[in-house]
C-alpha cells in the first residue's frame, strides 16, 4: 500500500523558511515521479514543483530561487525547502506521487497535505 504523509508545515514569519518532508512507504522515491502542491483558501491548486526519477527537478516561477526540492534514497523522502517565505505562500501543501519516470497529472497518489502559514 502507497502512503505519503507530509510534515513539517507552521507558522513562519514572512522572510523565513520552512522545510517541508513527504515521508514514502510502499513504493521507492527514487524509481517514480513526485510533485508538490499548494492551495491557498479559496484559490484553485498549484503544481509548486516536481522531481522525476532521474532526479530532474522544476518549479513553477512563483517559486523559482526560493523553493529547493530533495530527494533523500536512503530516507524515501522528498523535501520541499521553502526560503525567503511570502504571505502568498500560505497554504496547505501536498506531496503526491506518480508511478512514472515524469510527473503527469492527475498523479496516482496523494498525501494528506501539512498546513503552512505565512504572518506578517
Known amino acids: 500500500q502507497v502512503q505519503l504523509v507530509e510534515s513539517g508545515g507552521g507558522l513562519v514569519q514572512a522572510g523565513g523558511s520552512l522545510r517541508l518532508a513527504c515521508t514514502v512507504s510502499g513504493v521507492l522515491v527514487r524509481f517514480n515521479a513526485i510533485g508538490w502542491y499548494r492551495q491557498a483558501p479559496g484559490k484553485q491548486r498549484e503544481l509548486v514543483g516536481t522531481?522525476?526519477?532521474?532526479?530532474?527537478?522544476d518549479y513553477a516561477d512563483s517559486v523559482k530561487g526560493r523553493f529547493t526540492i530533495s530527494r533523500d534514497n536512503a530516507a524515501n523522502t522528498v523535501s520541499l525547502q521553502m526560503d525567503s517565505l511570502k504571505l502568498e505562500d500560505t497554504a496547505v501543501y501536498y506531496c503526491?506521487?506518480?508511478?512514472?519516470?515524469?510527473?503527469?497529472?492527475?498523479?496516482?497518489?496523494w498525501g494528506r497535505g501539512t498546513r503552512v502559514t505565512v504572518s506578517s
Open positions: 503526491a506521487l506518480d508511478r512514472a519516470y515524469t510527473f503527469t497529472e492527475p498523479p496516482n497518489y
Open positions: 522531481i522525476d526519477a532521474g532526479g530532474i527537478i
